[in-house]
C-alpha cells in the first residue's frame, strides 16, 4: 500500500483490467450492478490450480459458521456485501467471512478463542466509509472498543502516575489509544487495506473509502496533519515559502478538482490511519462481546496495546520550570528552593560543564547539567518537577477494574493527588 | 506556567505481552510436469495440511508454476518477502524450508553484535566523571 494514493488517482483516470480481462472502473467496482461477463474469473477453483485455504479449512470445525442477514438486495447500493451469496445471477462469488484464508490466518495470528466468530472479526474490517448500513460496518463495535481501550488505559496511568498533569494525562493516553498507535498496531497485526471497497474484495481486508488525492488533510474528519493553516506566534513558523492550503487548492486542475469531488470528501472518506484505529478498536470490542467479557478483554488490551513502550518522562514541556517548582514547594509546605552549584569545569573554556543540584533546605529535590549556569539550574528543576509527577506508588496500588470479574476481591485504592500546580 | 504535552507514539515490543507470528503467507508454487518438483508435490499431498493446521496464524496458498523449478514464498509484516527454491528436495527438506520461511521475522539478514537490544534505559545509568569519588575519577 506504499502507493495506494498514487494508484488511487490512476484508476480515476485510466481504465484498467479486472482479473479476467474486461476493462473496469473503479465506479464498476464500487456499484453494485457488477456485469455477469466476468463469472469467468473464479481463477482459484481450476483444477490445476487448487487455492488451499487449509487454514479456513483446518478451523472451520470449531468456528460457528452463521451468516449474519444476507437479506433481500435493497435498492441501496453494496447493502448485501460483503456476505451476499444469494444473488442468482452469476456474478463473481463473494467469499464469506468463513472462507477467507486471510480472516482466518489474522484469527489464529492474533490468538482469538474459537468463541471469537469470524464473521465478526469481518465486520471489524469494515469501515462505515465502505459500508453505510450500521449493521453491516464496524461503527458501533468500534464505539464499544474505544470506551474499553479509554476505560483501561486511564486507570493504568492514573493508578501508575497519580500526580500525572492532566495535560500529561491526555498525551500518554494519545500516545497507547490515539489512532496513530492504533494503526501501528493493526498494522502490526499484519493487516493489509484493499484497494478499494468492493464485493469482490477478500473479506480479510480492511475496506474503507479512500479521501481522494489533493483533500487538504484538515478536511477529513479527526485528521491532523502537516498542512493545517497555522497561526503566528505559534511553535512551528510559517515560513512564506510554504504554499497554504488555499493556493495548493487553487493550483489543482478542473479532472483533479472532479475527481475529489466524486469521492465525496468529508464523512464518506477516511485516511488508512483512521479507518486501521477503527479496525483495532472493533476487534477489542469482539472480544469483550464474544470471549468472557471484562477480564478478557483487559488481558487482550494489556497484551496488544499497553505493553507497548511509551517514555512517559518525555512527554514534558515546561514553560518556566523554576517558577513552577518554586510554587510547588510554597504549596507543599518545603522550604523555598535553592540551586547549588555542585561541579564545574571548564568555566571559561569552549566546553564548559556545570552540575547544579537544586535543594530544599537539606533534601536534595534534583540535578542537572549544562553547558551554562542558567541551563543547568532550569534543568535541575525539571529533574525536581519530573520527580514529583512521575510519583509511582511502590507498594503497588490496584487497578479499579481488578473487582470486575470478581467483585468479592480485596481492592487497595489508588493514591489521589491534590492537583496540578497552578499560579 | 503550564506543562504541556509532547506527542509521542508508544512504540511496538513484538513478544512484551503479545507475540505475533511475522510471517503472514506462505505461497507453495510447483510445476505438475518437471521432476525437481516432485518433493514438492508429495509434500503437498502429505505434509501440507498438518503443517496448516499447526500454524493457523498463517494464510497458506498453493499454486503452479509450469515449467520452473518449485518455489516457497513467505510474506512477512514488514512487507517484504522471502522466497526459497526447493528444486529437487525431498519431502521433509521442504518441510524445513517452509518451517525456517515461517520462523523468519522477514528482515534482512543483519550482524549483531551487542548481546542486548533494549529500548530501555540503562538500569545502572552511564558513568559520570563529576560523580566519581575517589580514584574512580581517574578510571575512565
Redesign the interface.
Known sequence: M?RASRSTWDSLAVPRRCVCGNPIRLNDLLSSSFSTSSSSSSSSSSP????????T???SSSIPTFRPLSSAPSSKSRTSRPFSTTSSLAVIPTLLPTQS??L????????LPNGYPLTTLGRALIDPTAEPEHHLNNDGLSNLGNVLLGYYASEYLMVQYPRL?Y??L???M???I?P??LS??G????VEAAFAPGQTVDP?LLQFNRVAPGTPLYKVQGGVGFNIPRKRNRMVPNFENNPSVDQQLAAETPEMKAAREAQRPGQDATTLQLAMASFVRAAIAGVYLHSGGLPSTKEFV??????????ID???????PT??LS?LCVREGFQQPIARL??E?GRYSRHA?F?VGVYSGEEKLGEG?GSSLPEAKIKAAISALKGW?LYSPVSGADLPSKTDGNPGLSYTPAVIDVG??V? | ??????????????G???F???C??LEFNYC?MSGSSRGMKAFLKTR??TF??E??????????RPKKHPIIRGSY?N?REKVVCVRNLEVLQVLQKAELLRDASGDKIKKINKPVQS??DSVRGIWSP?HAKGEDVYKV
Open positions: 506504499r490445476l490450480s487448487p487455492s488451499v485455504s487449509s487454514s479449512a483446518s478451523r484464508a486471510k482466518a490466518a489474522l484469527h489464529g495470528r492474533l490468538n498533569p495535560e500529561i491526555k498525551t500518554a494519545d500516545g497507547y490515539g496513530k498507535a501501528a498496531v498494522t502490526g497485526w499484519g480479510g494489556y497484551a496488544h496495546v499497553l505493553s507497548r513502550k511509551l517514555d518525555k512527554l514534558f514541556q515546561f514553560e518556566q517558577r513552577e510554587r555542585e561541579k569545569t560543564v552540575i547539567q509527577y496540578d500546580i499560579s | 506556567m503550564v506543562v504541556r504535552g509532547l506527542q509521542a507514539v508508544s512504540k511496538a515490543q513484538n512484551v505481552g503479545a505475533v507470528l511475522q503472514k503467507r505438475e501440507l495440511a496448516a493446521k500454524n493457523p496464524g498463517v494464510e497458506i496458498v498453493v499454486s503452479p509484516i512487507k529500548l530501555n563529576y
